[in-house]
Antibody
Framework: QVQLVQSGPEVKKPGASVKVSCETS????????ISWVRQAPGQGLEWMGW????????EYAQRFRGRVTMTADTSTNTAYMELRSLICNDTAVYYC??????????????WGQGTQVTVSS | DIQMTQSPSSLSASVGDRVTITCQAS??????LNWYQQKPGKAPKLLIF???TLETGVPSRFSGSGSGTDFTFTIISLQPEDIATYYC?????????FGPGTKVNIK
């Protein structure tokens, strides 16, 4: 079955970087995109960006541009999201999700289990 | 950015009730609207895509309708396992945006 398994929880200090991995299985990795969505404590869902896995083209939400990098390793069917210059408000659960849109983000199914990132001094 | 609003923000209903959630986009998004269910402590789950297409394996008591700027999500007969927060999401234009969510409780 299709699975996305994310790396474990992270605790970072302000100004640091975090890199979250998303290991996929059960489908053709390059036939779908990967989107990243985060959820701050008690808040709603926020789309961060998307990667076209077959050529690594990316689309980032404006508020994350310059601070986020999304990559895809086709040899291991794993996607990565790195967020730099962390601030306390980046504390959130970060999700990867298989994106139906191979060429443009559309809808997300299934999702990884989520990775808790805590930013605290 | 396209702004998505949902109403109500929360509701309580009895088992077996019909539940309706509305989602409105700040501009015409055609049929580019999806619905997700998120249970506490869990990742969201896709229920409906393209405004009205039920994802495989999703119970038929869930349905969606609408186009343009106004959309509706319905649970025909609420079940205890439907306790969750429901989000709409548009993909007509980037950035992808979500509604603020509707929390559904059992009365």
């Amino acid at each position: 079955q299709v699975q996305l398994v994310q790396s474990g929880p992270e605790v970072k200090k302000p100004g640091a970087s975090v890199k979250v991995s998303c290991e996929t299985s059960g489908y053709s990795f390059t036939s779908y995109g990967i989107s990243w969505v985060r959820q701050a404590p008690g808040q709603g869902l926020e789309w961060m960006g998307w990667i076209r896995t077959y050529n690594s083209d990316t689309e980032y939400a404006q508020r994350f541009r310059g601070r986020v990098t999304m990559t895809a390793d086709t040899s291991t069917n794993t996607a990565y999201m790195e967020l730099r210059s962390l601030i306390c408000n980046d504390t959130a659960v970060y999700y990867c999700a298989r994106d139906e849109g191979g060429d443009y983000p559309k809808w997300f199914d299934p999702w990884g289990q989520g990775t808790q990132v805590t930013v605290s001094s | 950015d396209i702004q998505m609003t949902q109403s109500p923000s929360s509701l309580s209903a009895s088992v077996g009730d019909r539940v309706t959630i509305t989602c409105q986009a700040s501009q015409d998004i055609s049929y580019s609207l999806n619905w997700y269910q998120q249970k506490p402590g869990k990742a969201p789950k896709l229920l409906i895509f393209d405004a009205s297409t039920l994802e495989t394996g999703v119970p038929s008591r869930f349905s969606g309708s609408g186009s343009g700027t106004d959309f509706t999500f319905t649970i025909i007969s609420l079940q205890p396992e439907d306790i969750a927060t429901y989000y709409c999401q548009q993909y007509d234009d980037l950035p992808i945006t979500f509604g603020p969510g509707t929390k559904v409780n059992i009365k």
